[in-house]
């Protein structure tokens, strides 16, 4: 079985702040995407990165695939309350996508 | 608007009686899917259709039943809900079968508990 760890579970922090989440697995993904989920609504699509080693800004936000394609991070820059939610990682391979554990982020003004 | 649109937000019931949840999207996509999301296990995937007339089961089909007769709905049917089937459910879609660099979206939700 195919899993998706996220670490940390929970974090809360000042607004300012700079933080790290981590998504890691024993497999190897052809893809990982990341989404932020907000309460009371669907996930949404941030990023999807596809080759090993790449790496994508949006803004404060910078995400890392893994050389080996096993693992991802997302890094916020000077967080804001608008980043609070529910981030989740998700890798595909072979016509499955897997979901993480997810990591939910509070940022307190 | 492009969306993704469930039916009820939010549903109380007891164990044993019958629901549908509804889902429609309006983007005229070929792949549709059914997940539900536990605290600490992220979000599973329960059945998935490719195509009108076309569907599989997920990770955890157990206690669910889905139909596709139409491109833009794909309801979920519980047809004897247990307590162990509450939790938050979202319907996806996607433009085509499962790609590396497809999005899905994803409806509001809907909140089941089964007592």
């Known amino acids: 079985t195919q899993l998706l760890e996220q670490s940390p579970q929970f974090l809360s922090i000042q607004e300012g702040e700079n933080l790290t989440v981590y998504c890691n697995s024993s497999s190897v993904f052809s893809s990982l995407q990341w989404y932020r989920q907000e309460p009371g609504e669907g996930p949404v699509l941030l990023v999807t990165?596809?080759?090993?080693?790449e790496v994508k800004k949006l803004k404060r936000l910078t995400f890392q695939f893994g050389d080996a394609r096993k693992d991802s991070s997302l890094h916020i820059t000077a967080a804001q309350p608008g980043d609070t939610g529910l981030y989740l990682c998700?890798?595909?391979?072979?016509?499955?996508?897997?979901f993480g554990t997810g990591t939910r982020l509070q940022v307190f003004p | 608007e492009a969306q993704v649109t469930q039916n009820p937000r939010y549903l109380i019931t007891v164990t044993g009686k019958k629901l549908t949840v509804t889902c429609s999207q309006n983007?005229?996509?070929?792949?549709m899917s059914w997940y539900r999301q536990d605290p600490g296990l992220g979000l599973r995937q329960i059945y998935y259709s490719m195509n009108v007339e076309v569907t599989d089961k997920g990770d955890v089909p157990e206690g669910y039943k889905v139909s596709r007769k139409e491109k833009r709905n794909f309801p979920l049917i519980l047809e004897s809900p247990s307590p162990n089937q509450t939790s938050l459910y979202f319907c996806?879609?996607?433009?085509?079968?499962?790609?590396?660099?497809?999005?899905?979206?994803f409806g509001p939700g809907t909140r089941l508990t089964v007592t």
């Open positions: 983007m005229n996509h070929e792949y």
């Open positions: 990165v596809v080759t090993g080693g």
């Open positions: 996806a879609s996607s433009p085509d079968r499962l790609h590396p660099s497809y999005e899905q979206y």
């Open positions: 998700a890798g595909y391979n072979t016509d499955k996508l897997i």
